[in-house]
Structure formats: C-alpha cells, structure tokens
C-alpha cells in the first residue's frame, strides 16, 4: 500500500499561481508512475498530469499543457504540481494518485481544493 498526502491548495485570483505538492510513503518501491487528476464539482474525474517514478517521462493534458508542470524530488519522494496562468476553470480538488508497475492508479491522495476566483 502507498499512501499520498497532498498539500498546497488554495484560493487565488485568476492569472495567479499555486504548486501543489504529493508526499507517498509505505510501498513506492512498487510504484512506477505518479499523476495529478482533478475533479469539479458536477464533473467527470480529468487526468491532469502524469511523470514516471524516476521522473524521465512526463504527459501533460492538452487542457492545461503550457500553464503546468510536473516534476518530482526523488530525494523526497514527493511529486509536484506547478500551476501558471491558473483560470476559473481550474477551480476543482485536485487528487495525487500512484500506479503500480503493470497496473492502475490504485493509491489516491485524500485532495486538494484549489479555488481560482475571476
């Protein structure tokens, strides 16, 4: 089991900035990729961002690539989301999720509100 605590959220003006951040801990020696999803209230969860365990790959979606970024501290074992230009739009909770070598993103994070005010 991995667990993911992620933290950062918050209220910003729209045009603003926010780095949300995703410690795991437990089993991550299973893990072979980590993602951000987010999910607005009334709305489908949407995949966000993905990197791989060693941080060599990353896939940004084409909703928000040019604005956020992905990286990760191997050091820390924490994942990070850098979030630019943000738009009312963003305004969701955002959740860090794990997927294991061979299979789905079955470790999720508790999440985190960010809220973009026009």
């Known amino acids: 089991q991995v667990q993911l605590v992620e933290s950062g959220g918050g209220l910003v003006q729209a045009g603003g900035s926010l780095r949300l951040s995703c410690a795991a801990s437990?089993?991550?020696?299973?893990?072979?990729?980590m993602g951000w999803f987010r999910q607005a209230p009334g709305k489908e969860r949407e995949f966000v961002a993905t990197i791989s365990w060693s941080g060599s790959t990353t896939y940004i979606a084409d909703s928000v690539k040019g604005r956020f970024i992905i990286s990760r501290d191997n050091a820390k074992n924490t994942v990070y989301l850098q979030m630019n230009s943000l738009k009312p739009e963003d305004t969701a909770a955002y959740y860090c999720?794990?997927?294991?070598?061979?299979?789905?993103?079955?470790?999720w994070g508790q999440g985190t509100q960010v809220t973009v005010s026009s």
């Open positions: 437990g089993r991550t020696f299973s893990v072979s990729a």
């Open positions: 999720a794990a997927r294991r070598t061979g299979g789905s993103y079955d470790s």
